[in-house]
Structure formats: C-alpha cells, structure tokens
C-alpha cells in the first residue's frame, strides 16, 4: 500500500522569500507524485506532477517539486512566495495514472507580508 | 469547457437518512473517482468508476454506493449517515493514460 508523509502541518514564510514544502512517500514501483492546492471552501486545484524523466519538475503560477528517488521525497518549492499562495497544500501519489490517489495530510502554507 | 461539476454545493442531513451527491465530469473524461476530506485531513479514497462499473474502492463500508450513468456523470449514495460522513465529498475526472485527475469543488455534506 502507499502512503505520504507531509511532516509540516504548517508553514510559515515572509513574502518575496523562498518557501519549501516537505512530502516524503512510499509506494510500489516507480511513482506518479502530485502537489494539489486549496484554497478555503475549494476544490482541489493541480499544481504540477511527476512522472518520469527530470527531476526538477516546474507547474502552475512558479512552483516546482524535485523528485529525489534515494530519499522517496518530492518537495514543493517556489522561490519568491506571494501572500497570495498562502492555502492548503497537498501531495499525492499512486504507483499507476490509473489507480487513486494517496494523499498526504497536508500543509497549510502562510505568506506574510 | 466546463471542467468538473458537484450538486449540491451544501447539505444538511439527520443521523440516519441517506442521501445522493452528483458529479459531472470534465467534457471528454469518462472514469469518475470519489474522495471523503474530513475537516483538517486530506482526501480518502472512497471509489473509482469506469464504463459504468466500479473499478477500484478504498476502506469504506458498503453505506457508500455509487453508479455511473452511459454519460459518464457518477452520482454517490450514502445510507444510514453518521455524525462521522460529515464531510467536503470531492469528485475526481480523468481518462485512461492521463497521468492527472481533475477536482470539482465538492459537496459539504453535515449530519446533525
């Protein structure tokens, strides 16, 4: 079974700093890796993903996630943060594009200006 | 386009009655999946639904039951409700070999 571990329940960065997002999983075989958002009373918006081929992979609105296989981690990044991006953030795998998604518990991410 | 649409927004229900949440899929999406979010958790799987049959499904009782039509719309039915099935639903579109799934904006379901 998969599972994902976002050790950080909250995040707290100042506007116009890099912010980092911690996800670490487990899964069988080689991995499909996820960062989603939500915002308040939202559904879950799709930042960006990981398949297979770089490691550094770059989404939505500035973010980038780099996939490290030796250390089963996908960490969210963004090196300018906006007050705007502060939400809820969630990592998810499964171990094939057609199976569910394991999500992580989350990471409320809080950009202060 | 209209990416994925939930019905109703909110709903209040007593312990004990049974109620039915719909989704439409993104225009072109024909597998369905259904997530529970508990209030400061992330989403559990609760079912998958693929030519009209269920294909995969999490940890969840046989309360849970759902369907989908030729149109690939999917609705989810929950019996017997529970203070515990209080919960944002959340419906999930996606076609084979898309290595994504898209959200709706859920259903708040509350059972008093």
């Known amino acids: 079974a998969q599972s994902v571990a976002q050790p950080e329940d909250q995040v707290n960065v100042a506007e116009g700093n890099p912010l980092t997002v911690k996800c670490t999983y487990s899964?069988?075989?080689?991995?499909?890796l996820f960062w989603y958002v939500q915002y308040p009373n939202r559904g879950l918006q799709f930042l960006l993903k990981y398949i297979t081929g770089d490691n550094l992979v770059k989404g939505s609105y500035g973010f980038e996630a780099e996939f490290n296989k030796s250390q089963t981690s996908f960490h969210l990044k963004k090196p300018s943060a906006l007050v705007s991006d502060s939400a809820l953030y969630f990592c998810a795998v499964t171990p094939d594009s057609a199976r569910q998604l394991t999500f992580g518990s989350g990471t409320q991410l809080t950009v202060l200006p | 386009d209209a990416g994925v649409t939930q019905s109703p927004t909110h709903l209040i229900k007593t312990r004990g009655q049974q109620v039915t949440l719909r989704c439409s899929p993104k225009s072109g999406h024909d597998t369905v999946s259904w997530y529970q979010q508990a209030l400061g958790q992330g989403p559990q799987f609760i079912f998958q639904?693929?030519?009209?049959?269920?294909?995969q499904r999490g940890n969840f009782p046989d309360r849970f039951s759902g369907h989908q039509f030729p149109n690939y719309s999917s609705e989810l039915n929950v019996n017997a409700l529970l203070l515990g099935d209080s919960a944002l639903y959340l419906c999930?579109?996606?076609?084979?070999?898309?290595?994504?799934?898209?959200f709706g904006p859920g259903t708040r379901l509350t059972v008093l």
């Open positions: 999930a579109s996606s076609v084979p070999g898309l290595n994504e799934q898209f």
């Open positions: 639904y693929y030519e009209e049959e269920e294909r």
């Open positions: 899964v069988s075989g080689n991995p499909y």
